[in-house]
């Protein structure tokens, strides 16, 4: 079996990617948003973090945690989300799409990637970046004209807590394409 290096700071902040199998466009349905929000929501009260920025796009997410202080075991948490969610999403009907015999063989249902890409943030510098990154990702899959326009996304909570303070989405989008991330 291979052994995946992780960062496992306990206590950090951690940037993620997670995508659906065969990048099926389907997170941004009602139902989809629905049950993740029960999966993330459920996981939450059990194993807590915090959500400091996330962007939900049709067949995948960002997102940026903060692990309580001792705990670094983010593994177990994006598991049981993806497993929740998988049993919300399939009892609502959602629809799943045919998967290998190697995935069939493991168990697994044909909803999520099997892994994700994660990244430990080292930094206030580097937090900034990656929340600018997660905002900016619907301009960059041309899905809006206008960052505000998506509404799947912690910007709109950032408009409000920084009292509208504005992006130069030029600079951020130069940043962002230095930036590597797997999607």
């Known amino acids: 079996m291979t052994n995946y290096r992780r960062a496992k700071f306990e206590g950090g902040y951690y940037f993620f990617t997670i995508i659906t199998y065969d990048r099926r466009c389907f997170l941004t ?3 989809s948003r629905s049950c993740l929000r029960k999966a993330i929501d459920e996981t939450r009260d059990k194993n807590n973090f915090d959500v400091i920025a996330f962007c939900l796009l049709p067949n ?5 945690w903060k692990l309580p202080e001792g705990d670094n075991n983010y593994s177990l ?15 609502s009907g959602g629809i799943e799409i045919i998967q290998s015999s190697s995935r069939i063989k493991k168990r697994e249902r044909g909803i999520w990637q099997r892994r994700f890409w994660e990244h430990q943030i080292r930094d206030e510098k580097d937090l900034q ?7 900016y ?15 799947w996304s912690t910007f709109h909570r950032y408009v409000q807590e920084y009292e509208k303070r504005k992006k130069n989405w030029a ?7 230095k930036m590597n991330i797997q999607e």
Request: some cysteine; hydrophobic content about 30%; charged content about 35%.
């Open 171 to 177: 600079d951020i989008k130069a940043e962002c394409d």
């Open 29 to 31: 349905d009602e139902n």
């Open 137 to 151: 990702n619907p301009l960059k899959h041309d899905l809006v004209e206008r960052v505000e326009d998506w509404p």
């Open 77 to 91: 948490r994006w598991s049981k989300i993806k497993s929740r969610f998988t049993r919300l999403y399939l009892q």
């Open 129 to 135: 970046r990656h929340v600018d990154y997660i905002h």
């Open 60 to 64: 995948h997410l960002h997102c940026v």
